[in-house]
């Protein structure tokens, strides 16, 4: 696999998990909890932005 592809692959990872806190954020009832999983998936996409992640399946705009 070219490096390229492994990059992609990465961002692919980092993007599921950045939904996955997303989605737990969403499902949080102490609002605490929820403020810390929001930002920790905002981290994650600025992250993956900062890196230059984008591929298919994944959004640049977001």
């Known amino acids: ?10 961002a692919r990872q ?3 998990k950045a939904q996955e806190l997303k989605d737990a954020a969403e499902r949080a009832t102490d609002p605490q909890e929820r403020q810390q999983l929001q930002e920790k ?14 591929g298919p399946g ?3 705009m977001k």
């Open 1 to 10: 696999m070219s490096v390229a592809g492994e990059g992609g692959d990465r």
């Open 14 to 16: 980092m993007r599921a």
């Open 41 to 54: 998936a905002r981290r994650m996409e600025e992250q993956i932005k900062k890196e230059g992640g984008t």
């Open 58 to 60: 994944l959004d640049p």
